[in-house]
Each structure stands twice: as structure tokens, then as C-alpha cells.
């Protein structure tokens, strides 16, 4: 079956050290990936996406993600962290030929002041 | 500016009175979503439709009507609302043909159903 998963339910993260949230996928095919990022009360927001090309996608808020073909990952990083970045993300692969959009379970970010 | 809109953002009703939640986008996306949100079980899509008057069952479509009427609505209707159905739930929407499936979320309706 295809899927995606997201190892870590929660990561603490000291304010203004490097954060990484992991992402596994098992798909067929060359999915596009994506990172969504959702605060407290509101909706789920783009962060950046994969399609093709440089494995090192740059997103909004100073995040990025690294492509690993060979791993099937796409973690995302941030060389800095905030404490507002504290929230909850979510992984997504999108698979062109069916259309079709499968989640992550979500990673809770903690970063601690 | 470009949006999805839902409404409302809370609700608390009791089990068996009919409710409907709606949901808006002016950005002329083919392509709309409900998804509903339960701690450890992450987003899971109820239904989806591809464009007017054409809808089809996600994952968890028990207990769950939708109707696309109008390209810009997707409504929500639980017939007969159960406790089990409290939980946050998400509109999305997004073009079909362009925008390599990025989606555009609402900003939710967390329904509570005593």
C-alpha cells in the first residue's frame, strides 16, 4: 500500500539550534512532495514543495527540504530555530497519474525558548 | 485575496440534529476536499470532488453527504450527526491541471457532537 509516514510524533528542538522532521514515503512512481505546516487555530499551510530538479527545495520561513531518492525521504529542515515555528507539519506526496494526495500522521514541533 | 473560507469555525450540537458546514473558494479550483482531523490519526479525506457535480468517497465516508452544485461550493451535510464525528474538519481545494497538487485549506470547523 502506498504511504507516508512521519517517524516522530513530537521534537523538541532548543530555540536557535538546527531542526530536522522526518519523512518516509512508499510509493510507486515519482511522486511530487510536499511539507505543510499548520499553527494553533488555523489551517493547514503550504511550506515548499519537490517536483523534480535540485534535491534541496527552499520554502517559506526559512525552512528547507532535502530530497533522498535512494532513502525515499524528504526531510525538512531549518538551520535556525524559532520558537515560532513551533507547530504541527505534515508530509504529503502527491501522485500524478492518479491524482490523488496521501498525508503524514504529523509531526508536533517544539521549540523551547 | 485568494481563499478557501469555511464556516462556522465551532459548532457543538447534539447527536441526530442534521447540520450542514460550508465551504467557498473563489480561486475557480476544480478539484475540492473534505478532510477531518483526529489526534494520532492525522488528516483523512471524507470526500473529494474533481469538479461540478462529480463526487466521490475518500476514506472515511460514513455518516457523510457532500454536494458540488456550483464550482466555488462543497458543502458538508451530516445527516445524523454521532459523537464519533466530533472532531476539526478541513476544506481544500486546488487546481486540477496546473499546480502540481498543492492544496489550499480552510481554516477549519472543530464540530462537537454530544
Known amino acids: 500500500a502506498q504511504s507516508v509516514a512521519q517517524p516522530e510524533d513530537q521534537v523538541n528542538v532548543a530555540e536557535g539550534n538546527p531542526l530536522t522532521v522526518k519523512c518516509t514515503y512508499s510509493v510507486s512512481g515519482n511522486p511530487y512532495l510536499f511539507w505543510y505546516v499548520q499553527y494553533p487555530n488555523r489551517g493547514l499551510q503550504f511550506l515548499l514543495k519537490?517536483?523534480?530538479?535540485?534535491?534541496l527545495v527552499k520554502g517559506s520561513y526559512g525552512f528547507e527540504a532535502e530530497f533522498n531518492k535512494s532513502q525515499t525521504s524528504f526531510h525538512l529542515k531549518k538551520p535556525s530555530a524559532l520558537v515560532s515555528d513551533s507547530a504541527l507539519y505534515f508530509c504529503?506526496?502527491?501522485?500524478?497519474?492518479?491524482?490523488?494526495?496521501?498525508f503524514g500522521k504529523g509531526t508536533r514541533l517544539h521549540i523551547l525558548p | 485575496e485568494a481563499q478557501v473560507t469555511q464556516n462556522p469555525r465551532y459548532l457543538i450540537t447534539v447527536t441526530g440534529k442534521k447540520l450542514t458546514v460550508t465551504c467557498s473558494q473563489n480561486?475557480?479550483?476544480?478539484?475540492m476536499s473534505w478532510y477531518r482531523q483526529d489526534p494520532g490519526l492525522g488528516l483523512r479525506q471524507i470526500y473529494y470532488?474533481?469538479?461540478?457535480?462529480?463526487?466521490d468517497k475518500g476514506d472515511v465516508p460514513e455518516g457523510y453527504k457532500v454536494s458540488r452544485k456550483e464550482k466555488r461550493n462543497f458543502p458538508l451535510i451530516l445527516e445524523s450527526p454521532s459523537p464519533n464525528q466530533t472532531s476539526l474538519y478541513f476544506c481544500?481545494?486546488?487546481?486540477?491541471?496546473?499546480?502540481?497538487?498543492?492544496?489550499?485549506f480552510g481554516s477549519g470547523t472543530q464540530l462537537s457532537v454530544l
Open positions: 481544500a481545494s486546488r487546481p486540477t491541471r496546473t499546480g502540481g497538487g498543492k492544496l489550499f
Open positions: 504529503a506526496v502527491f501522485l500524478n497519474r492518479d491524482d490523488k494526495i496521501i
Open positions: 470532488s474533481m469538479n461540478v457535480e462529480v463526487t
Open positions: 519537490y517536483i523534480t530538479g535540485d534535491n
Open positions: 480561486m475557480n479550483h476544480e478539484y
